[in-house]
């Protein structure tokens, strides 16, 4: 059974850094992309980084020169680290699963894929 946990979330301070985890299991985690997105209170879900199973990367704008996202596949697990987090970053983090990382975000969305629950990120002094 596919199942993606998120984890690591929490307080952080304005300008702070946190690292988050996605564990994977029940797939060829080795042979499929990781792409991350988060939902803010009263907002849709974004997009903001892709890494390809040759953990080659794809940062949109909202996540570039602040977020680096690397992978263990011996561990099936990827891990995003965010720098610099503003009070804009505060939202609910996910992690999901997909063949490769397609040039649009719309693409790195799995339908056969479940939405975990997330990890929740606060950013306030």
Known sequence: QLQLVESGGGL???GGSMTLSCA????PFDKYAMAWFRQAPGKEREALSCINARAGTNYLSNAKGRFTTSRDNAKGMVYPKMTS?????AAVYYCTANVE???SPIGWINPEISWG?????????
């Open 85 to 89: 987090l503003q009070t804009e970053d």
């Open 101 to 103: 990382c397609r040039a």
């Open 24 to 27: 994977a299991s029940g797939f």
């Open 117 to 125: 629950q997330g990890t929740q990120v606060t950013v306030s002094s």
């Open 12 to 14: 952080v301070q304005p």
